[in-house]
């Protein structure tokens, strides 16, 4: 079974830069595209960015022209830089299968932004 691995979060302040990185444990992503969501205190789990199998990109409104998504498939690894943040960017960042799949989540990472 696969098991998405997040990387450590942490705390930045605004205008900062962080990576998040996800390896596939015990196997690899496949044909599946990736994604990075997130969940914000007292709200909805939302896609970030996501990466089709083929290489399209989807991002979110809000992080487009800050955030990146990439990914190593000789890794099986997916990547996220995080530039220019924002205190609202502050939430728990999933790693997940785009489109996600239920078993596939994980505990999240915490990145919390503030001064």
């Known amino acids: 079974q696969v098991h998405l691995v997040e990387s450590v979060g942490g705390l930045v302040q605004p205008g900062g830069s962080l990576r998040l990185s996800c390896t596939a444990s015990?196997?690899?992503?496949?044909?599946?595209?990736m994604g990075w969501y997130r969940q914000a205190p007292g709200k909805q789990r939302e896609l970030v960015a996501g990466i089709h199998s083929e290489g399209t990109i989807n991002y979110h409104v809000a992080v487009k022209g800050r955030f990146t998504i990439s990914s190593n498939s000789a890794k099986n690894t997916v990547y996220l830089q995080m530039n220019s943040l924002k205190v609202e960017d502050t939430a728990v960042y999933y790693c997940?299968?785009?489109?996600?799949?239920?078993?596939?989540w994980g505990q999240g990472t915490q990145v919390t932004v503030s001064s």
């Open positions: 015990g196997g690899s992503f496949g044909d599946n595209g």
């Open positions: 997940n299968y785009f489109p996600a799949k239920f078993p596939a």
